[in-house]
């Protein structure tokens, strides 16, 4: 069983940038698509990200595009999301999952989730 454990959210002002992590134990990280998910409160998990298992594709959901970036790192299992131009809506807890392939991911399913980390705008 995959444990992934996310971290580098916090407080934030409009326009601010955070990186979160998300690292994986338990599996062979490599082998598997990255995916990130948010759900704000009061709302629905929602896709933001998706990265197949070698990096060379990636996916986005319309309200992040150009300004988040998805990105992994094999060699240490660690999947990132670079979260530029941070707007007010994009507070939410941040979870990563691992899937198959992206596909599921995309379509809002994953097999494995980690606990979360909050973004907060700090207005």
């Known amino acids: 069983q995959v444990q992934l454990v996310e971290s580098g959210g916090g407080l934030v002002p409009a326009g601010g940038s955070l990186r979160l992590s998300c690292a994986a134990s338990?599996?062979?990280?490599?082998?598997?698509?990255m995916g990130w998910f948010r759900q704000a409160p009061g709302k629905e998990r929602e896709f933001v990200a998706a990265i197949s298992w070698g990096g060379y594709s990636t996916f986005y959901a319309d309200s992040v595009k150009g300004r988040f970036t998805v990105s992994r790192d094999n060699a240490k299992n660690t999947g990132y999301l670079q979260m530029n131009s941070l707007k007010p809506e994009d507070t939410a807890e941040y979870y990563c999952t691992l899937d198959s392939t992206t596909a599921p991911i995309i379509q809002g399913r994953g097999t494995d989730w980690g606990k979360g980390t909050l973004v907060t705008d700090s207005v």
């Open positions: 338990g599996r062979t990280f490599a082998r598997y698509a």
